[in-house]
T-cell receptor, first 112, second 114 residues
Framework: DAKTTQPTSMDCAEGRAANLPCNHS???????VYWYRQIHSQGPQYIIH???NNETNEMASLIITEDRKSSTLILPHATLRDTAVYYC?????????????FGAGTQVVVTP | GAGVSQSPSNKVTEKGKDVELRCDPI?????LYWYRQSLGQGLEFLIY????????KSGLPSDRFSAERTGGSVSTLTIQRTQQEDSAVYLC????????????FGEGSRLTVL
């Protein structure tokens, strides 16, 4: 199964774009990339997912490299409420769709 | 309610006692998942329901753990003869169908085993 590598932590200034990298060099052609976040003491929250093409929704943008070995989650205008642990997940094509393998994630701190 | 509801939000129990944790998924969601998160650890998949059946129980740590779902809605996770290592936040999630990784999580039930 594909695994992901994320930085342990990163800081971002309020109002600026936050760019969260994720490496998934062993990803297979039919495996999706999912992003979730977990604000302290809350359950995880789905953000976005993609397969090959870049994706955008009201929360964020997901940029996937052409070789699919890495991706970047972009929060366009970070706010203090975006402080959370962000998880990049590659969903195994052989697992149940909702069986997600969460790693350690990236602790993002948005500062005023 | 609008979201996934879990109860109790906090449970403190003594080692060896049985506990039941309840999950009310979002109305109409057919898939339901249980995860747990131990202190300082990542989220760990436990079990998945599609309707009332559990096609994937691979994450249940031992035979002390069981879960059921009735009426395609409410689910109960039961832990028998609790141990201290069972202390964790137990999270329930639901999704509108099988072919999606977009899960809606509840706030979790924090279990402390003394």
């Amino acid at each position: 199964d594909a695994k992901t590598t994320q930085p342990t932590s990163m800081d971002c200034a309020e109002g600026r774009a936050a760019n969260l990298p994720c490496n998934h060099s062993t990803i297979s052609g039919n495996e999706y990339v999912y992003w979730y976040r977990q604000i302290h003491s809350q359950g995880p929250q789905y953000i976005i997912h993609g397969l090959k093409n870049n994706e955008t929704n009201e929360m964020a943008s997901l940029i996937i490299t052409e070789d699919r070995k890495s991706s970047t989650l972009i929060l366009p205008h970070a706010t203090l409420r975006d402080t959370a642990v962000y998880y990049c997940i590659v969903r195994s094509a052989t697992d149940s769709w909702g069986k997600l393998q969460f790693g350690a994630g990236t602790q993002v701190v948005v500062t005023p | 309610g609008a979201g996934v509801s879990q109860s109790p939000s906090n449970k403190v129990t003594e080692k060896g006692k049985d506990v039941e944790l309840r999950c009310d998924p979002i109305s109409g969601h057919t898939a339901l998942y249980w995860y747990r998160q131990s202190l300082g650890q990542g989220l760990e998949f436990l079990i998945y329901f599609q309707g009332n059946s559990a096609p994937d129980k691979s994450g249940l740590p031992s035979d002390r753990f069981s879960a059921e779902r009735t009426g395609g809605s409410v689910s109960t996770l039961t832990i028998q003869r609790t141990q201290q290592e069972d202390s964790a936040v137990y999270l329930c999630a639901s999704s509108p169908g099988f072919y999606t990784g977009e899960l809606f999580f509840g706030e979790g039930s924090r279990l402390t085993v003394l």
